[in-house]
């Protein structure tokens, strides 16, 4: 795969819209790649390259893409579907590949339940997201999203705590312990998965609680072989919101 190409995506692709119980979007487009074996091989051939997520709270390694393939993602992405996320213009974007390594005992309490990718962003803004399977080993789980059960106040200082607490002192007080987070639990409700399935992608608004839905069962088998492990394609898109 050349990464200055322009037909790295499907040209003619099927969007299939589910629509959560919040009334929000999770957009599933299968074959989205032309070549998705070319990406595996990249992944492959630069894997020495790929970095622990050190910056965000990803439990793996990335390998950030060259700004000619997220080009061409954003093309994608502003061409089918991003009118569909409320979403007018991309302002900013950036892709990578990635890989969840790190074994469930591991993960530090923010790692340990959902998340949004919109806290950074202006109230005049919105975030999207964007998941594509590079693996066949179905095990290695989809995405999960999530609502809240408790106040926006709780749920508030929850994250608050989950990116300050050591993971004793926030199991203690939350009996949330250090494990990949796939089912409902007292803070949150699992409201929709959306399953994986080799070169399929999925978009979303990136202000809905989400997470990998990596079962325990599967941490065995989070290696950092391209070929082996839970390799994806994550993309997120800042952009202006549309006038109401």
Request: hydrophobic share 40%; glycine share 4%; net charge neutral.
């Amino acid at each position: 795969m050349r990464l200055t190409e322009t037909n790295i995506f499907n040209p003619r692709p099927q969007v299939q819209t589910i629509i959560m119980p919040t009334g929000q979007a999770c957009m599933i487009v299968d074959d989205a790649l032309v070549d998705p074996e070319a990406l595996l091989q990249l992944a492959v051939s630069e894997l020495a390259q790929f970095e622990n997520a050190l910056f965000n709270a990803y439990p793996g390694i990335q390998l950030s893409m060259p700004a000619a393939f997220s080009n061409s993602l954003n093309e994608f992405f502003s061409l089918h579907i991003r009118s569909k996320l409320n979403a007018r213009r991309t302002l900013h974007m950036h892709s990578r590949l990635a890989m969840v390594t790190l074994p469930p005992e591991q993960l530090q309490p923010r790692q340990s339940i959902c998340h949004r990718d919109s806290a950074w962003i202006e109230p005049n803004q919105s975030i999207a997201a964007s998941v594509l399977y590079l693996f066949k080993d179905l095990g290695l789980g989809g995405t999960s999203f999530f609502v809240p059960k408790k106040s926006s106040q709780i749920t508030s200082l929850l994250v608050h705590d989950s990116g300050t607490m050591s993971a004793e002192m926030f199991q203690q007080k939350y009996g949330i312990k250090p494990s990949y987070f796939s089912e409902s639990n007292d803070y949150f409700e699992k409201m929709y998965t959306a399953p994986p399935k080799w070169n399929r992608m999925i978009f979303y608004d990136g202000s809905i609680f989400h997470s990998g839905d990596i079962l325990q069962t599967s941490g065995a088998n989070l290696s950092a072989d391209p070929l082996k492990g839970r390799l994806t394609l994550n993309g997120f898109f800042t952009c202006s919101r549309r006038a109401s």
